[in-house]
């Protein structure tokens, strides 16, 4: 219940403060944010499988949107930015259904 | 393939793995049990959903500054179109009352007289004012089945060059496109796909009207360059014609203010 509180505390505070990214951060928002999500279906298929660490969630997450941001940087640097964001966000889509297929049968164990 | 089937083989971050397997063997127990009170994951959730609605918002926002502006473009064209408009029909007005005063003037002498006949003759010559006489319509219209590839199936700027040329050829005295005098300042033109004559866009189809003695410019510009230029287009991409006789047609005035050119050899 814990983590479902915090997304939506996130959510709140999103709607609330009305933060607003600076413009020459805008393109790597998404990808950032599904490096985020395959880190925390990572986490929670952790948990569920009853291995989780907080240390390899915390450094796992900062490193995914980090690394994914830094490579449509790259790209974009490259001329390549937008295909290299479609291989991003293949492999973290990936990974993202993989993960959640696992929590699937977990928890409805089919 | 071994990096495809690594993604599909192992989606877990193999980190959890490893730190489970290190645990295990300094003797731990894996993991406690309550690790969804875990506040690494909590804050985890919390950063993605600021993530997740601060993404949200931006789009929205977005989208709705660039359809606000697009609205605000619609607007200001609206307004100057309406301007342009408003101004034109002033300038006609004043245009009149200018005639009308000249006239006025010149009605009162003999001299006079002779000189406001000279000064009306030359404006309907330039296209100065309003002109009635008989003559013949030629209507150009695009072929009914567009070919859209080339797009060489509707009426180009220079078939209407063509048309009117044939008309002066042919002994017009006055000649007007879909309302639109043919001054000495007019142009034909087309600006991305679309003919502007005396700089206003125009649609198909296209009424050239001329003045001149109505037998002989209905034939003479059949037997003349526009005819055959008209029957050349309509044999070879399907663009329809016509040319009809009229008893009376009314050509407007045309709009030929001079800037620089000073009337006179100057001294």
Same mark, same amino acid.
């Given at each position: 219940m814990?983590?479902?509180?915090?997304?939506?505390?996130g959510i709140?505070?999103g709607?609330?403060f009305d #933060?607003?990214?600076?413009?020459?951060?805008?393109?790597?928002?998404?990808?950032a944010?599904v490096?985020?999500l395959d880190?925390v279906f990572?986490?929670?298929?952790?948990?569920?499988e009853g291995?989780?660490?907080?240390?390899?969630?915390?450094?796992?997450?900062?490193?995914n949107?980090?690394?994914a941001?830094f490579? #449509?940087?790259?790209g974009?640097?490259?001329? #390549?930015?937008s295909?290299?964001?479609?291989?991003?966000? #293949?492999?973290?889509?990936i990974?993202?259904f993989t993960n959640?297929?696992?929590?699937?049968?977990?928890?409805?164990?089919? | 393939?071994?990096?495809?089937n690594?993604?599909?083989?192992k989606?877990?971050?193999p980190?959890y793995?490893?730190?489970?397997?290190?645990?295990r063997?300094?003797?731990?127990?894996?993991t406690?049990k309550?690790t969804?009170?875990?506040?690494?994951?909590?804050?985890?959730l919390?950063?993605?959903?600021?993530l997740l609605?601060?993404?949200?918002l931006?789009?929205?926002n977005?989208?709705?500054?660039v359809s606000?502006?697009?609205?605000?473009?619609?607007e200001?064209?609206?307004n100057e179109d309406e301007?342009v408009?408003r101004?034109q029909?002033?300038?006609?007005?004043?245009?009149s009352?200018i005639?009308r005063?000249?006239?006025?003037?010149?009605?009162?002498s003999?001299?006079?007289?002779?000189?406001r006949?000279e000064?009306?003759?030359?404006q309907?010559t330039?296209?100065?004012?309003?002109?009635?006489?008989?003559?013949?319509?030629?209507?150009v219209?695009n072929?009914?089945?567009?070919?859209?590839?080339?797009g060489t199936d509707?009426?180009?700027?220079?078939d209407l060059?063509q048309?009117?040329n044939g008309?002066w050829?042919?002994g017009?005295?006055?000649?007007?496109?879909?309302?639109q005098r043919?001054?000495?300042l007019?142009a034909?033109r087309?600006?991305?796909?679309?003919i502007?004559?005396?700089?206003r866009?125009?649609?198909?189809?296209y009424?050239?009207?001329?003045?001149?003695?109505p037998?002989?410019?209905?034939?003479?510009?059949?037997?003349g360059?526009?005819?055959?230029?008209?029957?050349?287009i309509a044999?070879?991409s399907?663009?329809y014609?016509?040319?009809?006789s009229?008893?009376?047609?009314t050509l407007?005035?045309g709009?030929?203010?001079?800037?620089?050119a000073?009337?006179g050899?100057?001294s």
């Open positions: 814990i983590p479902l509180a915090g997304l939506l505390v709140l505070a709607l609330y #933060v607003s990214v600076p413009l020459e951060l805008q393109p790597y928002l998404p990808i944010i490096a985020a880190a990572g986490g929670i298929r952790a948990v569920i291995i989780f660490n907080d240390k390899v969630f915390v450094v796992s997450f900062i490193a949107v980090l690394i941001a490579i #449509v940087f790259l974009d640097q490259l001329g #390549v930015g295909q290299l964001s479609t291989a991003v966000i #293949v492999v973290l889509g990974r993202i959640v297929a696992t929590i699937r049968r977990h928890i409805f164990h089919a | 393939m071994s990096l495809l690594d993604l599909f083989a989606p877990l971050d980190g793995e490893d730190a489970a397997a290190r645990r063997a300094a003797g731990e127990r894996p406690s309550r969804w009170r875990s506040p690494a994951l909590a804050i985890g919390v950063a993605l959903g600021l609605t601060m993404s949200v931006q789009v929205r977005t989208a709705s500054v606000s502006e697009r609205q605000g473009l619609i200001q064209i609206h301007r408009s101004l029909g002033e300038v006609s007005s004043l245009e009352e005639g005063l000249e006239s006025d003037l010149l009605q009162n003999a001299a006079g007289q002779q000189t006949e000064v009306e003759s030359l309907a330039t296209g100065a004012i309003a002109v009635t006489g008989p003559g013949v319509v030629v209507t219209d072929a009914a089945e567009q070919d859209a590839e080339n509707k009426v180009l700027d220079l060059r048309v009117v008309l050829s042919a017009a005295e006055a000649v007007a496109i879909n309302g043919i001054t000495p007019t034909i087309s600006a991305q796909n679309v502007q004559i005396n700089y866009p125009m649609d198909a189809p009424e050239v009207s001329a003045i001149g003695d037998r002989s410019l209905a034939r003479d510009f059949g037997d360059s526009g005819g055959s230029w008209l029957r050349d044999s070879s399907g663009i014609y016509d040319v009809d009229e008893e009376s047609l407007p005035a709009n030929t203010p001079l800037s620089f000073i009337p050899e100057g």
